[in-house]
Every structure is written in C-alpha cells, then in structure tokens.
C-alpha cells in the first residue's frame, strides 16, 4: 500500500505534489490516495477505513447511529468482501446502528438487475442473514418508493422528494465510484447534466436522460456530498486508469469526480488497485 496527498489549488486550478496543505474552502484542498498492489489487500484496508469512521460516529454515544450513503456496481462486492466476508472486520461492524442510503437509484423494481438496493441486499445483506445472531440485528436500508417506480414524471419527482426527505442533516460516510466518464453517483459530465451538476439548494433529483440505461434515475446532488464528514471513492481495474489520469492529476474540472475533490477537498480518500492508478505517477 502507497499513501500519497493530491492538492488542488482554486477551483479550476491545480498544482501536484504539495509538501503539506491544510483544507481552505475552495482555495488549498488535499485528498488522499491510497493504491494497493492486490486486490485483497484493497478491500481489507477499505474494510478498515469504514469500521474506522463507524466507531468515530458511535464513539460516546449509546443512541448514536452511522449514516452511511453507498453507490452501486462494483461497490457491492467490495463492501461484501471488505466487511461480511472479513473475519477480521465483521465482528466489529455494530449493525443495527447503520443507517445505509444509496447515492442514485435507478427507477426500476427492485428484482431488475439495475438496481442498486436489489444488488446491494443479494451481494450483501442476504449473505449477512446467514452470519447467525445477526438474522434479527441487521442494518436499516432506505430504499426509494418502489410503488410510484413507472408512473411518469411527476411520479419520479416525487420519489425524488421523497427520498430527500429521509435523509439525515449529514453523513458520517458517503462510498462513491467513479465511472470511465468521470461520472459519480448519477451525475455525468456535460452541459445537458448541468441541471444536475450545478444543483446545490436540493438533496435529490431525478435525472431523466442518464446517458447508460435505464435513463429514468434518482441521484444525490453535490450539495449532499459537500456536507459528508468523510467520502471515499473505490476505484479498480485498468479501464480506469485513463480517466484517474484525468482526474487525479489533470483535474479536468468538467468531470462531476473532480468536482467532488474540490467541494469535499481533505475529507476525501481514493481507493484505487495498481491498474487503475496505472498513470499516475508513483512520487506524486
């Protein structure tokens, strides 16, 4: 594993390698990078980094819960691997305190394939029923009104509504990936997202031209991400070492990825496999 600090400096402006930083809104951010050379050690120490942040939000505190916000796809299997399938880790995942939330929803039932809460329960919380005593102790899970999924625009504005309104004030955590566009939770680079990109007053919104299927989603905006205590992005593959690239050391400040370093600056910590961080510079 190789640690390393990212600096940007300004909002479109960036320079590498800093000797040191401190977070000044806007102005000097650092986020953090780590790489891992096998994938094992990359989901344990991820694993690590989420207890970490569970037992800072539970710390002191009986009633505490850990409001936590996670994306789909590939994040599915890490977090299985990383907390249900860790014999180091499980034990001490506190369960019935999480709150999970997802970062977008696609609008589709919840056995489509698509998605991300029917993915999530069959990759990670039905094997977590079968950890014994944790049957009747498992997570809260807030999924989107399933009911008002097909329903047309106004149905999809309300489950948009809705879903905001069971949001908490903050997340301790939010767990983003970032696809070979540079696009995180639903929001995609380019001027017809910029209804999405640039919401800051609103928590959720329906994205209605998802340029990957299905087209009809819900998504949490920047605003959302600004107000997280901590965020982490996962990152893995050699499909995405170009875009890393883009990210991380050109900070192309069109890429919704980039946007969230800026924001969120130095509560923000990369994740990424040798392959995806293939580009970017070992001292760097």
């Not at 320079?15 to 806007?26: G, V």
């Not at 907390?83 to 056995?111: A, M, S």
């Not at 489509?112 to 990670?124: M, R």
Request: proline fraction near 5%; charged fraction near 25%.
């Amino acid at each position: 594993m190789r640690k390393t600090n990212l600096r940007c400096i300004g909002k479109f402006g960036c320079m590498r390698c800093p000797s040191s930083s401190k977070h000044i809104d806007l102005k000097r951010i650092m986020v953090k990078l780590e790489r891992f050379s096998e994938e094992k050690a990359l989901v344990h120490e991820f694993g690590k980094y989420i207890l970490e942040k569970q037992d800072s939000a539970l710390a002191d505190n009986a009633d505490a819960v850990f409001n936590i916000a996670i994306s789909g796809g590939s994040m599915n299997q890490a977090l299985y691997e990383g907390l249900v399938n860790d014999k180091d880790i499980f034990p001490h995942i506190k369960w019935p305190q999480w709150r999970i939330f997802f970062c977008d929803e696609r609008l589709v039932p919840f056995e489509d394939p698509q998605s991300n809460y029917g993915q999530f329960k069959k990759i990670v919380l039905d094997p977590l029923v079968h950890q014994g005593d944790q049957l009747n102790l498992g997570p809260t899970v807030y999924t989107i009104n399933e009911s008002l999924i097909g329903g047309g625009e106004t149905a999809n504005k309300k489950i948009a509504e809705e879903y905001a309104s069971l949001l908490p004030a903050s997340f301790d955590l939010i767990l983003l990936g970032c696809g070979d566009d540079g696009h995180t939770c639903s929001l995609f680079p380019g001027v017809e997202y910029n209804y999405l990109v640039e919401e800051m007053a609103r928590k959720v919104l329906w994205c209605y031209n998802s340029p990957k299927p299905p087209k009809d989603r819900i998504t949490f905006t920047l605003a959302v991400v600004a107000d997280a205590k901590n965020v982490a992005f996962l990152v893995k593959g050699p499909s995405k070492k170009a875009i890393m690239h883009d990210v991380l050391i050109v900070k192309n400040s069109e890429l919704p990825s980039v946007l969230v370093n800026e924001i969120v600056g130095a509560k923000v910590t990369w994740f990424l496999d040798d392959t995806a961080g293939a580009l970017i510079p070992q001292n760097c």
